[in-house]
């Protein structure tokens, strides 16, 4: 199967995906780990792209620990980018699946457009008593993890056997989940008899229908079912400051006027606790 470029919009959010992970690989470079593009990031609006892992979803960096590593190996990683590899550099024996197998762990970033520290809902925490459960998740600076890519993610973790964090940047802050505590609810939640609200709430881990349009297809939406992680089930990651945020307006191929929120800048301080959270 390929994928080919879907317009303007869809370009517009690929960039800023691209401009989310180079944040979060500048924020590594004065710790102790080295992080190392893995995931398809360049946009191509008429190329095909190769599904280079069939049915599984490449996270988009790979993380090592300084720890483990020789001094020869922390040269070649602090430079190394395996974005551009094929399904032929996924066979056994391979360098570059025989570096994917040595990385840590990796990472999937995302991106939300919210001032984070001034939601409504930042500070939620479950009120575990009947009446309180909610079963909408509150306005917060939450994880965002469609369903569709759960088994995907899952599958190349379990292929590779490098865990998945998933990572989402917003304006202010960060927050990174375990890849694995998202199965464990979803695994809970579709256990006959489940207490789905309870569930939720002694989580912070929601499950809901979202609606996605695309502005530059008139008409066009899709309702997929998502995970939405709250700062409370999910662990402060970094503090972002500087982050420039500018309007763009392009033309569809339908010749309508769409526009797109470009953000460019930005610096990411990655906490303590994030770093000593991550398996060595």
Not at 135 to 141: E, N, R, T, W, Y
Not at 160 to 177: G, S
Not at 227 to 233: A, I, S
Not at 263 to 279: E, I, K, N
Request: net charge neutral; proline share 5%; no cysteine.
């Amino acid at each position: 199967m390929a994928a080919r470029g879907r317009g303007p919009d869809f370009e517009l959010r690929f960039q800023t995906s691209r401009w989310a992970e180079d944040l979060v690989l500048t924020a590594f470079r004065n710790t102790s780990w080295i992080a190392v593009r893995l995931g398809a990031s360049r946009y191509r609006s008429d190329d095909a792209v190769p599904d280079r892992a069939g049915q599984l979803k490449e996270p988009d960096l790979l993380l090592f620990a300084m720890s483990g590593l020789t001094a020869d190996e922390i040269r070649f990683l602090e430079t190394a980018d395996f974005e551009n590899h094929t399904s032929e550099d996924l066979q056994e024996g391979s360098a570059v699946k025989n570096w994917i197998g040595r990385a840590n762990l990796a990472l999937e970033i995302e991106f939300s457009p919210y001032r984070a520290a001034e939601m409504s809902g930042r500070h939620w925490k479950p009120m575990l008593t009947r009446k309180r459960l909610r079963k909408d998740p509150p306005v917060a600076p939450n994880i965002w993890v469609k369903e569709e890519d759960v088994p995907r993610l899952e599958g190349w973790q379990s292929q590779f056997e490098v865990p998945i964090w998933i990572l989402q940047l917003f304006d202010q802050e960060a927050f990174a989940i375990r890849l694995d505590q998202v199965l464990q609810v979803r695994a809970a939640l579709q256990r006959p008899g489940a207490d789905l609200t309870r569930i939720m709430n002694e989580s912070g881990i929601f499950q809901k229908q979202q609606r996605y349009d695309r502005t530059d297809a008139q008409g066009a939406a899709e309702i997929k079912p998502v995970f939405l992680v709250t700062p409370h089930g999910s662990i402060l990651a970094g503090r972002v400051e500087g982050v420039v945020p500018v309007a763009q307006i392009r033309l569809s191929k339908s010749k309508k006027y769409i526009t797109h929120i470009l953000f460019s800048g930005g610096l990411v301080h990655l906490t303590a606790d994030f770093l000593r959270a991550l398996p060595r």
